[in-house]
């Protein structure tokens, strides 16, 4: 069975701390691990690995996959009150099919 | 504006009832899916199609049942044998998924 896990389930920070989210992965068959940003209803699009080693970034957000290790972090640094969101990895399997994690609730205060 | 529409946003039913969430997308995406996301649980999924007039079961597909008669259309029917219906869906549309799935904003079912 494929297992996509995210770690921690929720976290509470500062404005201004940085935070660290975890994915780990077990699948049959691995094309491409992404992450999404979910703040109310539709999750939006962050990052999508392939290779590891590499570093994506956007802003004050940054991911890396480790293909060895299975697993994925995502860095968000200087974080904002507009950070507050849940944060979803989903691991690609097929040409069509993602295998989503349950995702890490981050909430930012002030 | 390019992108996926869910109606209604929200959904009351009586228990027993059937009932049908709307997806359409002016994408020009091939492929289109159903999930539900439960809290703590993450996105699972229940339907997705490839192309017109064919789908396939996802993880999650007892209860529930789809159509897909226009590539811009992917309607799903949560019906009286699905034993927890309340949760929220969403639908989602891809062209290739190396760039991943375009959401709607979903469809809070809430069933009593």
């Known amino acids: 069975e494929d297992k996509v896990v995210q770690s921690p389930l929720s976290l509470v920070v500062h404005e201004g701390d940085t935070v660290t989210l975890n994915c780990s992965y077990e699948?049959?068959?691995?094309?491409?691990l992404l992450w999404y940003k979910q703040e109310k209803k539709a999750p939006t699009f962050l990052f999508m690995l392939?290779?590891?080693?590499i570093e994506k970034k956007s802003g004050r957000l940054s991911s890396i996959l480790d293909k060895k290790e299975l697993f994925s972090i995502l860095n968000i640094t200087a974080t904002q009150t507009g950070d507050s969101a849940v944060y979803l990895c989903?691991?690609?399997?097929?040409?069509?099919?993602?295998?989503f994690g349950a995702g890490t609730t981050v909430t930012v205060r002030a | 504006d390019g992108g996926i529409t869910q109606s209604p946003k929200y959904l009351f039913r009586k228990e027993g009832q059937n009932v049908t969430l709307s997806c359409e997308q002016n994408?020009?995406?091939?492929?289109m899916y159903w999930y539900r996301q439960d809290p703590g649980q993450g996105l699972r999924l229940i339907y997705y199609?490839?192309?017109?007039?064919?789908?396939q079961k996802g993880d999650i597909a007892e209860g529930y049942s789809v159509s897909r008669e226009k590539k811009e259309s992917f309607p799903l029917t949560v019906t009286s044998a699905q034993k927890n219906p309340t949760a929220f869906y969403l639908c989602?549309?891809?062209?290739?998924?190396?760039?991943?799935?375009?959401f709607g904003s979903g469809t809070r079912l809430t069933v009593v």
């Open positions: 699948v049959t068959n691995f094309r491409s």
């Open positions: 392939t290779s590891s080693g």
């Open positions: 989602a549309s891809s062209s290739r998924l190396d760039y991943g799935y375009t």
């Open positions: 989903a691991v690609r399997l097929d040409d069509y099919k993602l295998s």
């Open positions: 199609s490839q192309i017109v007039n064919d789908f």
């Open positions: 994408l020009n995406h091939d492929a």
